[in-house]
Structures are given as C-alpha cells and as structure tokens.
C-alpha cells in the first residue's frame, strides 16, 4: 500500500484509473437521478419532495464520510509522517463541504414542506451545520500557515477535534430521540430501509456520490502534489 502512496508511483497509477472513475461516477448518477426523479411513485405521506432522498441522502452520507477519510489520512500523517495522506486530506476538504452545502440545502428544502420550516436546532442539523464550520475552519487553516509540515500538523488535530461532529452527525437521532430528523434511510434491518422502489434508485445514486467523490479527492491530490512540487523547486532556484 505504501509503495502506492509513493508520489511518483501514486501519479502514474492515478492517471488512468481518473477518466474511468468520472465516467462510472457519471453512469451511476445517470441511472439514479433519471430513475429516481422520473419513474418512481410519489410518496403517499411526502409527495414529491421524497424525491430529494437520491440528493439528500448521498451527500449527507459523503459528507460525514469525508470527514472521516480525512481523519483515516490525517492519523497516517501524524503517524508516519506520509506526505500524500496530508495532502489527500487537504484535498478531499473542499469535495466534503461541497457535499455538506448540498445536504443542507437540500435537507432544507425537504424539510419545510415536512416540518414547516426550513431549519429547526434539531440535534443531527445542528451537529452537521458545526461539521460544516469545521470544514471551513480546516480549509481557513491550511490556507494561513505557509509552511506545509505545520500545516499538516495543526489540521490533523483540527480534524481529529472535528470527528466528535461527524460522528454526532451521524448517529444524533439514536442519541436524542425528540429530534425531528428521521432515522437512517438505509440499514441493515430491511423493516427500516426505504421502500424498494425508492430503494434501488438510491443505491445507484449512492454510488455515483461516492466513486464521484473519490474521482475528485484523487483529482485534487494529484494537483496538490504538483504544487508541492512546483513550490519545491522555486525554493531551490531562489
């Protein structure tokens, strides 16, 4: 695994795996989102707007994972002293509050016709609006230190410290039951998974989310690395 993570070795493997990623991740939104929106029966208690579960839900799910594979690359930076983990978790920051934009926004849209508001101090939203400022905090971070190693070295913790929120975003319904938001759409207990109807669609969208999400993390890191290269050899030169 490690010789994969090498630099060198991590562009060359990443340049042709990159074009089919996008492309899989761009057949699989495809198949949800025309499945979902178009050929599923509104809901007899939503309407349409249960429709938003194949945006709603797959950003929800990445944005609370990104976090989490940020963390998995900050504890390998703090560990081993591994420079693309640093720099893979920088670069999945700004594809996790992308997610995390789209789940609010989309959650809020669904919410007021369900709630009658757009925005309730709900414990999972409220959790997931601080993971949010986290994401912003973490980017802030990176951007004011100009030392790379420092940088890496602050964030990390800052991502640990944000966990916390991630993981409260994530199971806050099971903790406070008084909360308005319901509980997972997808679980291991068929009773409590979405109607297949809605379900099948899902999966595919899930899925286009999450190999969309990698796409772009490996993406961002192989531009990180050249930056890194770049400010390498300007300090040289100078």
């Known amino acids: 695994m ?27 939104l495809t198949i949800g989102l025309i499945w979902g929106f178009f050929f599923t029966p509104v809901d007899f208690r939503q309407g349409s707007t249960v429709k938003i579960i194949y945006l709603h839900v797959p950003s929800a799910l990445m944005a609370i994972n990104a976090w989490v594979m940020m963390l998995m690359a900050s504890l390998i930076w703090l560990v081993r002293r591994h420079h693309v983990s640093a720099l893979a978790a920088k670069a999945a920051a700004p594809v996790g509050v992308a997610m995390t934009l789209i789940a609010l926004a989309t959650g809020a849209i669904w919410g007021q016709p ?10 999972r939203l409220t959790s997931f609006l601080i993971l949010f400022l986290f994401y912003l905090g973490y980017m802030a971070l990176w ?5 790379p190693d420092t940088a890496a070295d602050l964030t990390s913790v800052l991502c640990i410290v944000g966990s916390v929120f991630a993981f409260l975003s994530r199971y806050a319904v099971n903790f406070w039951n008084q909360g308005l938001h319901q509980g ?9 998974n979405v109607a297949d109807v809605f379900y099948q669609p899902l999966l595919f969208a899930i899925g286009g989310f999450v190999i ?4 772009l993390v490996l993406l961002r890191t192989r531009t990180e690395i050249r930056k890194r290269r770049i400010g390498a050899l300007q300090r040289r030169e100078g």
Do not use: H, Q
């Open 2 to 28: 490690w010789e994969y993570a090498n630099p060198k070795r991590f562009m060359g493997w990443t340049a042709p795996v990159l074009p089919w990623a996008f492309g899989l991740s761009a057949v699989c």
């Open 114 to 123: 369900m709630w009658g508001t757009y925005w309730a101090w709900d414990p």
């Open 143 to 147: 951007a004011a230190i100009e030392d």
């Open 184 to 192: 997972a759409s997808l679980s291991l207990d068929k009773e409590k």
């Open 212 to 215: 969309l999400f990698f796409a």
